[in-house]
């Protein structure tokens, strides 16, 4: 690091040492120390260029992985500390950027990272929200909402001179293009993340105390909020707004790029392959066409030609709900031009496919079906997970599969190991590459671990490092969020997002149950702390009610002395990738407990396997993949097959008021209205909830709750004997090579991208 260490550049910068410095100070200096050798790297400038569009990027803090990428991490922090500095401490200064929410987010971002240290060329694209979806917060045992602000100086974005004009029907708007550089670990060349944005983003339309703006407003709002609440006519056609925003400025930024390496557009898919993350980008096949035939002189069946080969677009749903479907009135109203481009798209189909309605882009409620447009326009369409892949060829897109069977891959999610162990779990890498070597850094490959199956030192220094990481979570959790608890107890972590069908409802049942137990005095041997974090979406009642019932229960626990020793439930406020970096490692059970054929993946099970917690699961998504890379000795798995829900959902014939009615299930369920919650909880958001659960119930919680409940007692109980716990913890450990991102990536390039690779081994 010439000239780069941190004395130097403390000089250079403020002009005087590191101990005076404070930790603002010194966040600054290091993101300027990264910054500057993040510039000697050229970018990734092969011919053909993958270009990853995503609504969200769930970066998480970038400190600590940037330095880690470039190989400086470890020298930076012992220069830190020879001078009584903290790094982890300076980290608390940074800002986590509002660009995404969830998993689809998260997964982009690790992909991102994944493609960087495979040495592709190939940059994401998406916009440059300046307020994530909220900040959370509790007040009356309820969600409640601020704006969630990151754009604050110092910043890791770089503004360019590139602008684009986009073209609306009332008016056009100029955007301006902002670089975020993406390093891969080790290597000689980096990516980037380009978020295009509006200079014209007015901040001061926000209602004071709230979330609420005006919706109409386009030019101060465009890029305002990640996911405005849609709930409303405006606030859909802000979407539509949003998401051709973005991909009209992709569109031309890819037409360009090509356009400088010598391409004549007849010939893009040399020089660009576009994938797009979900059904949110799926409007740059109709702007490629308008681009194509109104600008560069192509035909319109020329121009469709040239797209087919270069758009490839990757299913993270099956949920029908969240396969997003415009009115052509909508469309009609906002791009008049690609509204008709897309009649053209479905007259195409129509021709190509007559009488299939099932396959129509344009439906008979005239409303256009983004994911069946992707998948006509499209050259790949991949699932997630392979349960997902097949839930797909099999039913939700079965219709297309017939068309199409070529165009359908699977590619099993994965994360970056950079993040999730190298920089949230300094204590297992570090013991992993004692045990086993380095060389995983580079091929995620821990199967060595299996040497060491019989070696109680191994296991002793596993429960090690997990109490330690217990100990960083309860002060964490202490400082930042006022919530003590107990390092000695069982720590049971579901971080979700707030949905029926993730079913966080079906742990808050259980917790009724235990608390029944505790009180009947079957109290568990050790302490057990169960914690949640999640947002619900504001329009999403459900949800907020599901909210209410845990910190309801949370309060009741806590205000108990007779079962407050025995167990805590707490619900982590404003979860997002910084939380899940403390939350993760400390772990020892991790909640999946999805409905089987509803879960399109899961990350955070790969993420939890990889730390050592055991994992309580369905079968769904790739949780199936996990178990049979683990064996069924080393994971927990309960409920219904994805088959058996599916001719459920297709016969009809689930009552949630006849499994209401069992003698193991009423009274759990009855207990969320009983006295003691209405006292302390709101009466209309406990019944409200107790009425959906007893009487609908659309994704299934009570059908799987009593094999739910023996499940998690022996788990519990199985905690007890340490040395068999620990020796499934190494199984999953060992196993989570395969979850790599890196070997996900590796399969989207040989299988659909094709790109070259400037992949160094050790740089």
Known sequence: MPNNNVKSVAMEYLDKPISECTNQELYYILLKIVQREAKLLPVNNEKKKLYYISAEFLIGKML?????????????????????????????????????????????ACFL???????????????????????????????GYKPDEWLIEPTWLTKSDVQYEVPFARF?????????????????????????????????????????????????????????????????????????FMVSNAAQLIIDEALEKGSNLHDLDEYAVVQIN???????????????????????????????????????????????????NYLDEIIPDVANIIRGLSDLVKHNFPGNDAVSIIDNNDRAHMAHMAIHYGFSVNGVARLHTEILKNSELKAFYDIYPERFNNKTNGITFRRWIMASNHELSEFLDEKIGRAWHHDADLTGLYDFQDDEEVYQK??????????????????????????????????????????????????????QMIKAGQKPKTPITILFGGKAAPAYTIAQDIIHLILTLSDLIQRDPEVRPYLQVEMVENYNVTEAEYLIPAADISEQISLASKEASGTGNMKF???????????DGANVEIAEKVGEDNIYIFGRSSEEIVDL?????????????????????????????????????????????????????????????????QMYADYEDQEAWMRKVLVNIAEAGYFSSDRTIREYNDDIWHLESNYQTEA
């Open 172 to 244: 056009t708007l100029t955007s301006t293009l902002y670089d975020l550089e993406v390093l891969g670990y080790k290597q000689e060349t980096r990516n980037r993340l380009r978020l295009f944005d509006l200079d014209s983003v007015n901040a001061d339309i926000i209602e004071k105390g709230s979330i609420s703006f005006d919706k109409t407003n386009i030019e101060e709002n465009l890029t305002l909020f990640l996911y405005p609440d849609d709930s409303d006519r405006n606030g859909e056609l802000l979407r539509i707004y949003q998401q051709y």
């Open 462 to 515: 596993l429960a090690e490092i997990k109490a330690t990481k217990k100990e960083h979570l309860a002060e964490h959790l202490r400082i930042t969020q006022n919530i003590p608890i107990r390092t000695n107890s069982i720590i049971d972590v579901q971080i979700k997002r707030i949905h029926e069908y993730k079913r966080q409802q079906m742990l808050a049942l259980y917790i009724i149950k235990k608390y």
């Open 609 to 619: 396997m990889l730390n050592g917690a055991l994992i309580l699961c369905t079968l």
């Open 278 to 328: 979900d059904t949110h980008p799926a409007l740059i096949i109709p702007e490629f066409v308008r681009l194509l035939t109104t600008k560069h002189g192509l035909t319109f069946e020329e121009a469709v030609d040239v797209v087919s080969k270069v758009v490839a677009f990757t299913n993270h749903t099956i949920l029908q709900e969240a396969l997003e479907k415009w009115p052509m």
């Open 64 to 108: 600590s992985n940037n330095l880690l990428n470039l190989g400086i991490y470890d020298e930076v922090k012992a220069e830190l500390a020879a001078n009584g500095k903290s790094l982890d401490d300076i980290e608390l200064a940074e800002i986590e950027p509002s660009l995404g929410n969830g998993g689809l987010g998260r997964l982009a």
């Open 113 to 143: 990272d994944s493609q960087a240290t495979l040495g592709l060329t190939a940059d994401g694209v998406g916009l440059n929200y300046h307020f994530g979806l909220f900040q959370q917060f509790f007040k009356f045992n309820q969600q």
């Open 649 to 713: 959902y297709a016969r009809n014939a689930y009552s949630a008021h006849d499994y209401y009615h069992r003698e193991a299930i009423k009274p759990i369920v009855d207990f969320i209205v009983s006295d003691e919650m209405l006292e302390l909880g709101n009466k209309e958001n406990l019944r409200r909830l107790h009425t959906d659960i007893a009487n609908k119930d659309y994704f299934m919680a009570l059908i799987d709750l009593e094999e739910f409940i023996d499940v998690k007692e």
